[in-house]
């Protein structure tokens, strides 16, 4: 995870570049969701931060919002993963699966990828690796407008957890 502490009056007080430096690794690999909401300065609480990032993401383009979610890495994936995504996914015991598990995982994914053409999201920081299984279960028998929803809403609890962190 980025090494920083910030609170909100530097947050408010940086110049677009550097807001958009700090705080662009919120939304994975989606910068462009901390360049919209510099433009609501100055946050008078963190909350106020994160509903103007989730503004941001809520008024782009549909191409936009399907772009941040395919840039999430598939759970108990090894590949293209941030550092924060390492660390959540890391507190859910996900790097640890046993064998069996890390198939199952990979076959659960195949089959949400398959069907939803997204990679599943959900915010591990609540979850433990049993619940995240079970989750992918259930959500396997949604459609996809509900599995997009559905994921950007886990997207911004993930963005919360990761401003809190800062």
């Known amino acids: 995870m980025i090494a920083m502490s910030l609170d909100l009056n530097d947050i408010n ?19 462009w969701v901390a360049d919209a909401a510099w433009y609501h300065r100055p946050f008078s609480s963190l909350t106020e931060l994160h509903q103007a990032m989730i503004s941001a993401v809520e008024h782009a383009e549909w191409s936009k919002k399907l772009d941040l979610i395919e840039a999430h890495p598939d759970l108990a994936g090894k590949v293209h993963m941030t550092k924060e995504s390492q660390k959540e996914q890391s507190s859910a015991g996900l790097d640890q699966l046993s064998e069996a598990e890390s198939k199952e995982f990979l076959e659960l994914n195949k089959a949400y990828t398959e069907k939803f053409r997204i990679p599943f999201i959900v915010a591990v920081k609540e979850n433990t690796k049993d619940e995240i299984k079970h ?32």
């Open 135 to 166: 989750a992918l279960k259930e959500r396997l028998m949604n459609n996809r407008e509900t599995e997009i929803n559905t994921a950007l809403q886990e997207i911004y609890k993930i963005a919360r957890y990761r401003l809190e962190d800062i």
């Open 13 to 31: 007080n940086l110049d677009k570049p550097a807001f958009v430096h700090k705080l662009g690794f919120v939304f994975e690999h989606s910068p």
